[in-house]
């Protein structure tokens, strides 16, 4: 026998065993390892009922698994939908918005401008104003102040009128156009 250990010996064997192993000859190795294997027959089958439970757990998993990944993707596609849509609402309302305020701002400086023109013409009317209340306060004592009652008043323009028509009708004499003078003659002629 070769001064090398068994197989059964080899397989406790330490770091430093192996070191000393690896010297020799490797086919004596190789010959008593295969002379181990021996009790060996046939492939082998392993447990076939528990490989089935294995084999349906991962189908179950891979189902899963591709469920999910449809689910996401079907969902990211329906996010971008929604988000492309948005964006391009988002888009069109803040244009609207910018279009909005430009005009406003237009719509200030117009009415910012009417209101300057507008408070100068204000100011102009009240100068006006001013200067015909002043009149009117000149004239109240000739209109109101006079001194005279109601009645008094009444009959001086009464009489102011009856003169005026005489006034008239002393014009009309020579043209007789006016019916109401009776055509009298107020006025003497010469001769």
Request: glycine fraction near 6%.
């Amino acid at each position: 026998m070769s001064k090398r250990p068994s197989f059964e010996r080899r397989r406790s064997m330490g770091s430093q065993d192996f070191a000393n192993l690896a010297s020799s000859d490797v086919d004596t190795f190789r010959r008593e390892f295969q002379s181990s294997l021996q009790g060996i027959n046939g492939a082998y089958q392993g447990n076939q009922a528990q490989g089935e439970g294995i084999l349906g757990l991962l189908a179950t998993i891979k189902s899963d698994f591709e469920r999910t990944l449809s689910e996401t993707e079907a969902a990211e596609k329906e996010s971008y939908t929604d988000f492309a849509a948005f964006s391009k609402e988002t888009k069109a309302s803040i244009s609207a918005k910018k279009t909005g305020v430009k005009n406003a701002e237009a719509d200030l400086v117009t009415t910012s401008g009417d209101l300057v023109a507008t408070l100068m013409d204000l100011q102009q009317n009240q100068k006006l104003m001013d200067s015909a209340l002043e009149a009117l306060e000149k004239l109240r004592p000739a209109c109101i102040d006079t001194g005279m009652s109601y009645e008094e008043r009444v009959q001086r323009r009464e009489a102011e009128i009856e003169a005026l028509k005489q006034a008239l009708c002393v014009l009309d004499e020579g043209d007789k156009e006016i019916a109401e003078c009776n055509h009298a003659m107020f006025l003497q002629r010469r001769n």
